[in-house]
């Protein structure tokens, strides 16, 4: 069955990137969404967006155009980028696939980012 | 953006009993397709969300016969017929209607 992997720096510096990769294991990567999302314990869970098998992307506007979301599927990987990042971005950021856009399932274990100033 | 709202926030339950979540949205999630754009998730302590219902009330894969989802429109409510220790968690109910998509703000169920 798939498993997805995300990876990165635990640790990033306010107005700086933050980058992150999320792996899939156990299948190609097909016709899929694939979404980002994070938790912060002040926001709750926050959709942040998906790219499509064909590289389409839909992003959340509460974003400004910070983001994005990048397919390898040579790695089988996706890739998450936010820029210029303050406190409020420091939350747990996951990786999901989805058949129709929504419905996430399975999701990653997520992983930790921390914005220092 | 649709705003999803949940009640109770807190849900104590006693094993073997049954315990219900209710979430609505601020528009409806029937589509005019006639799917409803609603998913229910559980997060379990220390896991990501794994998911229980979609599309109001089909179960997704592996998930016990228990849970239920009904509703329609912009009421819809989780069931989950006799608790088990294993359910303790917090469930969030989603719309997948429209981007952003958007959460509930978390019901956690704890076992009396």
């Known amino acids: 069955q798939v498993q997805l992997q995300e990876s990165g720096p635990g640790l990033v510096k306010s107005s700086e990137i933050l980058s992150l990769t999320c792996t899939v294991f156990?299948?190609?990567?097909?016709?899929?969404?694939w979404t980002w999302l994070r938790q912060s314990p002040g926001k709750g869970l926050e959709w942040i967006g998906y790219?499509?098998?064909?590289?389409?992307?839909n992003y959340n506007p509460s974003l400004r155009g910070r983001v994005a979301i990048l397919l390898d599927t040579s790695k089988n990987e996706v890739a998450l980028k936010l820029r210029s990042v303050t406190a409020a971005d420091t939350a747990v950021y996951y990786c999901?696939?989805?058949?129709?856009?929504?419905?996430?399932?399975?999701w990653g274990p997520g992983t930790l980012v921390i914005v220092s100033s | 953006e649709i705003v999803m709202t949940q009640s109770p926030l807190s849900l104590p339950v006693t094993p073997g009993e049954p315990a219900s979540i209710s979430c609505r949205s601020s528009?409806?999630?029937?589509?005019?397709?006639?799917?409803?754009?609603l998913d229910w998730y559980l997060q379990k302590p220390g896991q990501s969300p794994q998911l229980l219902i979609y599309?109001?009330?089909s179960r997704a894969s592996g998930v016990p016969d228990r849970f239920s989802g009904t509703g329609s429109g912009t009421d819809f409510t989780l069931r989950i017929s006799r608790v088990e220790a294993e359910d303790v968690g917090v469930y969030y109910c989603?719309?997948?209607?429209?981007?952003?998509?958007?959460f509930g703000q978390g019901t956690k169920l704890e076992i009396k």
């Open positions: 999901a696939r989805s058949e129709w856009g929504y419905a996430f399932d399975p």
């Open positions: 156990g299948g190609p990567m097909g016709t899929y969404y």
């Open positions: 790219v499509w098998y064909t590289g389409s992307t």
């Open positions: 528009q409806s999630l029937l589509h005019t397709n006639g799917y409803k754009y």
């Open positions: 599309s109001g009330s």
């Open positions: 989603m719309q997948g209607l429209q981007t952003p998509y958007t």
